[in-house]
């Protein structure tokens, strides 16, 4: 068997083993098609993946860099007023030193607002310094204060960056932070890197200029624009729900109708986290929402009156008859008749009494407020824009509604049922669309107050299936809340 | 430095002569494999092109171990056995035993006497089921082991034996069969 086995093997491999077929004259085209189709193929699946990265990359930089730079106006010029009275007596003389892939430098004398740059790139070297342009660095230090030269000593010589970079540090620093390394660097900046001849300096300019400065920022503050931010909403409001059940209904039974109230007022309020990208923001949190309707449900009862009636007999009514004499036939002689008298009887069988039966109707009405309570998560993407302090906005999404609770009378098997948790005919969550609009005014830096409208409806059925008959409820809402900027 | 070395470095660099000359030395042998895997010649055509597709666009991978043809040809019997399961969607032992075993009549334990063409044989192989096709396929021309087999095909190293049995028993019969229509027809 054995040797069977080797011998169909060695047949087949003898037979085939060297089998050589010319392929099709049109091959060659088609794997050349083939070939330069895959390598496109791997061009697009590159270039994707690079798109993909820069993508990430450019999110990534957003997020660890910008991020931070929430508000731009009123809260920066905040941070400078507070570092200029810091510092507002004393003048200062920069030296810029380049590299040699850079022009010359030349020292020169700065402004309270410049110089405060100067300083914020000093005060943070090791935040800076690892991500420059190496290719054209600026080196910056104060070399005298108040005319006085500084010393060698405390100066960072590594704190080197472009303009760019250093307004990107500038954004890192907060406000806090600013004014207490400020306040640090005017002690420790007694001393200087190098030894500078200080050019003069015309104090009666400098004072001009910071005078010019500070009044400048003792102006009222512009509202703060919101350019990327993080902010939490409060809102609430009344909501007016309105659903399409007809007006009547008559039910199954026909003896119950439903006269149906479509519309309701209700409340509605939130608590919505609002990150906002330049213009566009994104809203989600958690709501409160209630939808449903007034009914008043009219059930007949039948009713029977018997109070009346009548009694009733059964008689027998019959004749019997006695012979009271014999007649002879006098044309017939020997035939004789019987003379008859008849009686008639009236027996009583039996009596009953017969009551009426009338028939009415107890019609009872209950007055059902039907009412069906969710938590809602939104979702709501949209569009702001700022006019000074004003910003007007606008958006949609969808929210899920999770029913928490829901009260009334539904009518289910010919009855009236109460809704209770466990027993009614909704489902425990619905989708909704939902749009939103209105316009917020800037309180403060931190603060503001909207007035928004909310409207929203049904995508989903509240109702079970087996219960809907394509009924959609939608809510209008009047919101008012605070907003409190977070970052 | 070999032709086939010289023709590979070109081929590396994308000369699209030097990959058209690298198809004309190997694409008969190819086609051949590629028949024995196939149900018919155009479905082995199609095999064929798409394993130098993979050919061309891989070449750079080759890192020179082992021969080229030895490469190439476990390229086109990947290619034609991953063909068959793109169709088949899965591979598990059923799609062996899926064969049913009154298909196979074992009527005599000797081998034909008769001669047959290269073409009759390709057609016996052929006609064998698909997974009896594939285990032989592999074992007798590919000299896989059936351990090889059954890491490549996913089945058992038992399957791959009792697939191989089977196989022999199905292409005997196929043999006898043609024989006897042979001697018919004369």
Known sequence: MNNEKLNIDKLFEDSLGDLRVEPQAGSWDKIVAGVEAASAG???????????????????????????????GAARNYAFKDRINIIETKSYVVKTKQNSFAKTATPKVVSQKSRNNYIRKNITPEKTTHNFNRKQTTTTNIVAVDGKTLGNNDINRNSTGTVIKHNAVEENINRAETVETLAKNDESRKTSIEEEATPAVNSNELTEKLSEEKSAINSPAPAPEITTGLEIEFGAGPAFVKSNIRQK??????????????????????????????GFYVKSGVGFSEFGGNTTFNVKTEMHDTSGGYASWILNRYWTYDTVGFYDDPMNPGVVYPVLSPTYHIDTIG???NSKDRLYYDKTTYDTRNRYRYIEI??????????????????????????INATGKYFCDNELKDISRSNNPYNSHNLNYMINFGAAYSLSNKWNVFAGFNYKSNITS???????????YKATGFNLGLSYIIK | MTFDDKLIELCKKGDRAAQEKLYKVYSPVMLGICLRY?????????????????????????RGEGSFEGWIKRIMVNTSLNHYYKAKKTISDKN??????????????????????????????????DGYKQVFNMYVFEKYKHREIADLLGISVNTSKSQLSKARNHLKNTLFKMEREKKQTD
């Open chain 2, 96 to 129: 062996f035993d899926d064969i049913r075993e009154t298909d196979i009549r074992n009527e005599d334990d000797e081998l034909p006497q008769m001669r047959f063409s290269q073409i009759e044989m390709l057609e016996a192989i052929q006609q064998l089921p």
């Open chain 1, 249 to 278: 209904i008559v039910y199954d039974n026909p003896l119950i109708e439903g006269v149906n109230s479509n519309s309701m007022t209700t409340a509605e309020g939130f608590i919505r986290v609002k990150y906002s990208v330049s």
């Open chain 1, 351 to 353: 009596s009953q009494w």
């Open chain 1, 42 to 72: 791997t061009n697009r699946k590159l270039w994707g993946w690079i798109a993909f990265s820069a993508a990430s990359v450019a999110v990534l930089v957003y997020f660890l860099f910008f991020r931070s730079c929430s508000t731009t």
């Open chain 1, 378 to 403: 939104p979702l709501i993407v949209g569009y702001q824009h700022y006019f000074g302090r004003l910003n007007v906005y606008a958006g949609g999404g969808v929210g899920i509604g999770f029913m």
């Open chain 1, 462 to 472: 509240i109702i079970k299936p087996e219960y809907d008959s394509g009924i959609k």
């Open chain 2, 38 to 62: 196939a149900k018919n010649r155009q479905e082995a055509e199609d095999v064929m092109q798409e394993g130098f597709i993979k050919v061309f666009t891989s070449i750079s991978g080759f």
